[in-house]
């Protein structure tokens, strides 16, 4: 099965910047939307931004303006730069496929990264 594989995270103050990246290794015949969830303590995980396979990007209400999300698709790769961080933006940062397959003849599941720690804290 295809893994997620994060990194990036760590302790940054306000006002800092992290990047994000995700890279999905294993054998990759399909692979759809990829995006980025955050889940801090006591919350529900929620969407920080997702990037579709032709580039097209969606983000969250609270990080437009500071985050970016990029991608390679050669390398299957995702990028999430985060700027202007904030206290509140403390969480674990989750990589997410919605789609995913081997070969043309298995089946598409999604995947969840086992996530990256930021916290933002002066």
């Known amino acids: 099965q295809v893994r997620l594989v994060e990194s990036g995270g760590g302790l940054v103050q306000p006002g800092g910047s992290l990047r994000l990246s995700c890279a999905a290794s294993?054998?990759?015949?399909?692979?759809?939307?990829m995006a980025w969830y955050r889940q801090a303590p006591g919350k529900q995980r929620e969407l920080v931004a997702s990037?579709?396979?032709?580039?097209?990007?969606n983000y969250a209400d609270f990080v437009k303006g500071r985050f970016t999300i990029s991608r390679d698709n050669a390398k299957n790769t995702i990028l999430l730069q985060m700027d202007s961080l904030k206290p509140e933006d403390t969480a674990r940062y989750y990589c997410?496929?919605?789609?995913?397959?081997?070969?043309?003849?298995?089946?598409?599941?999604?995947?969840w990264g086992q996530g990256t720690q930021v916290t933002v804290s002066s």
């Open positions: 997410h496929v919605d789609r995913i397959r081997e070969t043309s003849k298995t089946p598409l599941y999604d995947v």
């Open positions: 294993g054998d990759i015949f399909d692979i759809n939307t």
């Open positions: 990037i579709a396979f032709n580039y097209n990007t």
